[in-house]
């Protein structure tokens, strides 16, 4: 008789959690929904955006000095379809071996992304996590840079850098609720980075 006492319990939860799921696919569907997210980027690509082109055959390497962190506003016009922008900074350090040189240049990188967005939330949950494709299109990266040569000789320069240069991204992503209006998601794609994590509040 002991497993039919366990077995309300875990009937419950269960229900719960699909229940839970459920509810939140509705609200990923509604139309007028209204979401702001905060998310973080890790591993960083589409460096080579950054690349000096004034050395043929210089070997670049980057640093992270400050990771990717962006805040961002959706909607949804359409159901299961949210469109927005978000806005991110980060910093990095980059490192340039002239050719035929000892010398180096080295310096910072302050980037500074406005993306507009696109997520479609697939019609499906999965143990309360519900699965999307995220699209940063349009992405424009302004970005300054200061960089020096390095060992210091009469010739060294120490020149600010400025530019604006497109950038892009897609990404496949789940989200799962906390609360309510609150929920936590994590994505993976090529993008201006490769993984994300991040909040995301309903406020709407």
């Not at 299961?80 to 978000?86: A, D, E, R, T, Y």
């Not at 020096?148 to 789940?174: C, F, M, R, W």
């Amino acid at each position: 008789m002991k497993p039919k006492r366990f077995s309300i319990p875990i009937f419950m939860l269960a229900s719960f959690c699909l229940l839970r799921g459920e509810a939140f696919s509705q609200l990923n569907s509604s139309v007028g929904r209204v979401d702001v997210y905060l998310k973080t980027g890790l591993v960083f690509l589409q460096t080579s955006k950054f690349e000096e082109q004034d050395y043929n055959n210089a070997t670049h390497d980057y640093g992270t000095s400050i990771p990717f962190f962006g805040i961002g506003i959706e909607t949804a016009l359409w159901e299961h379809l949210l469109i927005g922008g978000i806005f991110g900074f980060s910093k990095l350090h980059s490192d340039v071996k002239i050719p035929n040189s000892s010398e180096h240049l080295v310096g910072d990188i302050d980037a500074y992304n406005l993306f507009v967005t696109a997520k479609y939330c697939l019609p499906i949950v999965y143990k309360g996590f519900s699965p999307y494709i995220h699209a940063d299109a349009i992405g424009l990266t302004a970005y300054s840079e200061r960089r020096q040569v390095t060992p210091k000789t009469t010739s060294s320069l120490d020149e600010p850098t400025t530019d604006i240069t497109e950038n892009y991204g897609i990404y496949a992503g789940a989200n799962y609720p906390v609360s309510e209006r609150l929920g936590v998601f994590g994505e993976l794609g090529y993008g201006y980075t490769l993984v994300n994590l991040g909040l995301t509040f309903q406020i709407k």
